[in-house]
């Protein structure tokens, strides 16, 4: 039996695509409107069944997607800024380079999501679940993180100058390059030294590519130190 099914605008209540077919799902619905270049701006997606639908370079600008599920969708470069994604699954979804510039995104289900290089300025982000989220080099300036969970998240060269309630949210200890060790030696970046060697270059006027005195260069330091505290301890 065929089934119609109407995506609404989310602030008249007027129809903005339909589509009727035998089996008929919201995701075949939202399918074939991708297909026929429909304008999904400002689309009422509420509740949405969208698992593992492939979302690339969608226009969802200011959709209603709350508590929908997107988990493993593919929303690479799809355009969700101002979107309402308030307790959304989106737990390995790949949202690379989207745009979420003032989404919400608050209470969501971010675990293990590809944001690499999103946009998330002024992004709601209140207890929202990061969990071993990829945010390498992702936007974060003035994005609200209370409370958000943000355990074993890749932060390297994520920018969060200005993001709120820092001091509330879980965060790792990250910085701009990666780190590790490495017998006697502590790798930050593409450079290895010893402690004592790291330890002269943090007191000299010696500089690589971060300029001393920003917050880049501090988390630097901060994350060396924590490796030196490590591998010191062990030694002992």
């Known amino acids: 039996m065929k089934t119609k099914i109407e995506i609404k605008n989310r602030f008249t209540g007027s129809i903005i695509f339909e589509f009727e077919c035998d089996g008929n799902t919201i995701l075949k619905t ?3 409107a991708l297909k026929n270049k429909a304008n999904l701006i400002w689309a009422d997606l509420r509740g949405a069944d969208l698992f593992g639908a492939n979302l690339r370079e969608a226009n969802l600008r200011e959709a209603n997607l709350r508590g929908a599920n997107l988990r493993e969708a593919n929303l690479r470069e799809a355009n969700l800024r101002g979107a309402d994604l308030r307790e959304a699954n989106l737990r390995e979804a790949n949202l690379r380079e989207a745009d979420l510039f003032g989404a ?3 209470e969501a289900n971010l675990r293990e999501v590809n944001l690499r290089e999103a946009d998330l300025f002024g992004a709601n982000l209140r207890e ?3 969990f071993e989220a990829d945010l390498f080099g992702a936007n974060l300036r003035e994005a609200d993180l209370f409370e958000a969970d943000l355990r074993e998240a ?10 709120k309630n820092k001091d509330l949210a879980y965060i790792p200890i990250y910085c701009k390059w990666s780190t ?5 030696l502590i ?33 630097i330091q901060a994350v060396y130190l ?5 591998l010191e301890f062990l030694k002992s």
């Open 30 to 32: 939202i399918q074939e």
């Open 104 to 106: 919400n995104l608050r």
């Open 128 to 130: 929202a679940d990061l």
């Open 154 to 163: 890749n932060l390297r060269e994520a920018d969060l100058f200005g993001a």
């Open 180 to 184: 590790s060790i490495k017998g006697d």
């Open 187 to 219: 790798q930050i970046g593409c450079k290895e030294k010893t402690i004592e060697q790291w330890d002269l270059f943090f007191a000299s006027n010696e500089e690589y590519s971060t300029k001393r005195g920003t917050d880049e260069f501090k988390q």
């Open 226 to 230: 924590a490796h030196k505290a490590y």
